[in-house]
């Protein structure tokens, strides 16, 4: 007997959320797991999709349905950035999907529940040793910036739980390439 194999966790999201979804007019968690990318960090801090409200269509009629209207709810100051905005967002929503299904959006002002952001954790410092090895290691470059930037890196890398590995030999300062064109 085969045994199932491990699938991704968005597959199980999609089919979880996809009701919820469907009942605000989303097809899929699309527009709101992108919607960062589609108006920016800062933007969509103060915004949210709501839901689609797709045009009512009479019985019988067929052929393709005119664009929905996308819903957003925007805190006051950044109402009107979202709203010069708003072309742009739609044209990036149906190049994401390939055809014109937003053709507009409405604001509505209200709060928008903000993800709470724990500070990064900052590394230890380096201690001694690390320092004297980072300094060693730098210490054959000429370029002072090109030095001071590699030491920052050496302790970052230090300060990483794996450390700095430890290298089995040393090239000499005087390493030249045999080809000048690089």
């Not at 199932?4 to 959320?17: I, V, Y």
């Not at 960062?36 to 969509?44: I, K, S, Y």
């Not at 010069?84 to 959006?105: D, F, P, Q, S, T």
């Not at 500070?119 to 230890?124: G, M, N, S, V």
Request: glycine share 8%; net charge positive.
């Amino acid at each position: 007997m085969k045994r199932p194999r491990p699938r991704p966790l968005a597959d199980f999201l999609d089919k979880t959320l996809a009701p919820a979804l469907a009942a605000q007019g989303f097809s899929g968690q699309d527009i709101v797991a992108s919607w960062p990318d589609l108006v920016g960090e800062r933007l969509a801090a103060a915004s949210h999709p709501l839901k689609v409200e797709w045009p009512r269509r009479r019985p019988g009629e067929t052929g393709r349905s005119e664009p929905a209207t996308l819903v957003v709810r925007v805190e006051g100051a950044f109402a009107i950035e979202l709203q010069h905005m708003a072309g742009l967002v739609v044209e990036r929503i149906n190049a994401v999907y390939g055809w014109r299904c937003i053709g507009r959006l409405v604001l509505k002002q209200g709060p928008v529940r903000r993800e709470a952001r724990r500070p990064r954790a900052l590394p230890p410092a380096p201690g001694p040793e690390e320092r004297r090895r980072v300094a060693a290691l730098t210490a054959g470059i000429q370029a002072e910036e090109l030095r001071a930037a590699l030491a920052r890196l050496g302790h970052a890398v230090a300060a990483s739980p794996a450390g700095l590995p430890r290298p089995a030999r040393r090239l000499s300062s005087s390493a030249t390439f045999e080809d000048d064109s690089l």
